[in-house]
């Protein structure tokens, strides 16, 4: 016989015997325990038993054939014996049942209404809110300390943030900044060739850089470099407990890993801000020059008489705050990060977004005020 096959024998007792016989395999054609239950009912059976006897070949798929029709008979009160079953389907038969069914996990979701979830989005903000006044006010304190000669900070990792977020950040701080320039420049000069005014892409492309778009561009460029280095780094000595470590020797972990990171970031943005002023300039000054017939000494002077004093002190004014953002939003999401790996990138990417979005409000928020005071 090769074909799987199930033979049910009443017998005193209330008692009835299934004879499976044949070969039980997934390509088969299984029998449905459905024929089994109604043959327990037919005969009011209160156990069933097994008789394996005839059985030729069996894999998986007897498994799960026991496995529904045990959760059959539960649902009548009958008895199920698995002792004439083969001891491979018996130990198989038992681990099954050790370890519990899992349900789907989508059975188990309830809808969730909308004032519910703005009301958990509102705690959540207000508890990110309090956690971020309260880090400011841990690094506020840290600050003090350093600079009355008590803070637990090391020169040399200062000295390594300083190298990490200032010489080692020239190099795409130079190639993102004179791309900037060059496209600024080649887009503004084909609208002032309309009018007949091309050597004015050096005031466009000069004060834009200085004021603001210089700024910019290096904190966008230093949250996803930087920002989300410092958030990894951080996050990564969670997961390894190596911040608690430093609690238990009383050694406070901003004081110890933040503060030398924010006071190393804030140092640099404004050197590299004005270092991406000129090299956005440079880069406008290449097209200006080579495809629009300007001579260097036109866009050198053209540059110098438009750019004011204050137009670099608001840049470098915006790029001394973008530096402290910037800091303080990857260690902060650092700080925060859970105990696995996952929480690590997840840390980062918010490092990442929480920066940049702290840098457009702070970029409005300066503009505007420079506005309103007429500078």
């Not at 009548?76 to 130990?91: H, N, R, S, T, Y």
């Not at 020059?289 to 000494?297: A, D, E, N, V």
């Not at 990138?345 to 918010?350: D, E, I, N, R």
């Amino acid at each position: 016989m090769t074909h799987a096959s199930i033979h049910c024998r009443p017998l005193p007792g209330k008692l009835l015997t299934v004879s499976l016989k044949g070969r039980w395999l997934m390509v088969s054609d299984i029998p449905a325990p459905k024929s089994i239950l109604e043959e327990a009912r037919a005969h009011s059976a209160k156990e069933i038993s097994f008789n394996s006897e005839g059985l030729n070949d069996w894999d998986s798929s007897i498994l799960t054939f026991l496995i529904e029709l045990s959760e059959g008979l539960q649902e009548e009160g009958i008895k199920m014996q698995a002792g004439g079953l083969p001891k491979g389907v018996q130990q198989l038969l038992a681990l099954a049942r050790a370890v519990p069914r899992k349900e789907d996990a989508r059975s188990g979701e309830k809808h969730e209404y909308f004032l519910d979830r703005i009301g958990k989005d509102v705690i959540s903000f207000i508890r990110s809110t309090g956690e971020l006044i309260s880090f400011v006010g841990e690094i506020s304190l840290a600050l003090g300390r350093l600079l009355t000669g008590k803070a637990k900070l090391r020169s040399y990792d200062f000295k390594m943030f300083l190298q990490d977020t200032g010489a080692e950040a020239v190099p795409i701080i130079s190639l993102i900044s004179f791309l900037f320039g060059l496209i600024l420049a080649f887009v503004g000069i084909l609208q002032l060739k309309l009018f007949g005014a091309q050597v004015y892409v050096a005031d466009l492309v000069g004060i834009a850089m200085v004021r603001v778009m210089g700024a910019v561009m290096t904190g966008i460029v230093m949250a996803g470099r930087t920002g989300a280095a410092f958030a990894a780094q951080l996050g990564t000595m969670q997961v390894n407990e190596e911040i608690d470590a430093l609690e238990t020797f009383a050694i406070s972990p901003v004081e110890f890993l933040v503060l030398p990171r924010m006071l190393a970031l804030t140092i640099m943005m404004p050197l590299l801000t004005l270092y991406a002023n000129f090299m956005g300039i440079l880069g406008g000054g290449l097209i200006a020059c080579t495809l629009y017939g300007i001579s260097p000494m036109t866009y050198y002077n053209r540059v110098t008489t438009s750019v004011s004093l204050s137009d670099l002190s608001i840049g470098l004014f915006m790029g001394l705050v973008f530096g402290i953002l910037v800091a303080l939003s990857g260690c902060l999401r650092g700080i925060q990060c859970g105990r696995d790996a996952s929480a690590v990138g997840s840390a980062a990417t918010s490092a990442v977004v929480t920066s940049l979005v702290a840098i457009i409000i702070a970029t409005a928020i300066i503009i505007m005020f420079c506005a309103v005071l007429g500078i």
